[in-house]
């Protein structure tokens, strides 16, 4: 059986891209990576993986996620830093849901070898 396309917009199937990351202790090797994951999870409403992939001091204790969201699209607009190389990044990205989008310029780090997503801000 085919699996379904990626929703954070690279071409390919789900569990060959960001599925991967979310069935598997192996980190998403560049900040990117991990932003795009972790769109599709809000996509899947993986809470458990948002968690995971937060860093500890920013994380928060629990994440309630919106099931009515729907989850339309994912644009990156601009990226410094964060690939193997680096030990932070900048991901800057519009993320469209039906009624909208969200813009956030969003911070990484690296935790003991793994991406995690620090916290955002959110540009005029």
Same mark, same amino acid.
């Given at each position: ?13 789900? $569990? ?47 994440? $309630? ?9 994912? =644009? ?15 991901? =800057? ?10 813009? =956030? ?6 935790? $003991? ?5 620090? $916290?955002? =801000?959110?540009?005029?």
């Amino acid at each position: 059986m085919a699996s379904r396309s990626c929703p954070c917009g690279l071409p390919g199937p789900y $569990d060959a891209c960001c599925g991967r990351y979310h069935a598997g202790p192996g980190g998403a090797p560049t900040a990117e990576a991990l932003m795009r994951s972790r769109y599709s999870a809000f996509v899947r409403g993986d809470a458990a993986y948002l968690l995971r992939t937060w860093h500890p001091r920013t994380r928060p204790a629990t994440l $309630d996620l919106d099931p009515g969201t729907r989850w339309t699209g994912l =644009e990156i607009l601009d990226t410094v830093g964060g690939s193997a190389f680096h030990t932070t990044g900048v991901v =800057e990205f519009r993320a469209s849901y039906r009624g909208g989008a969200l813009r =956030e310029r969003s911070t990484f780090e690296r935790v $003991d070898g793994a991406w995690v997503y620090v $916290d955002g =801000e959110f540009p005029a």
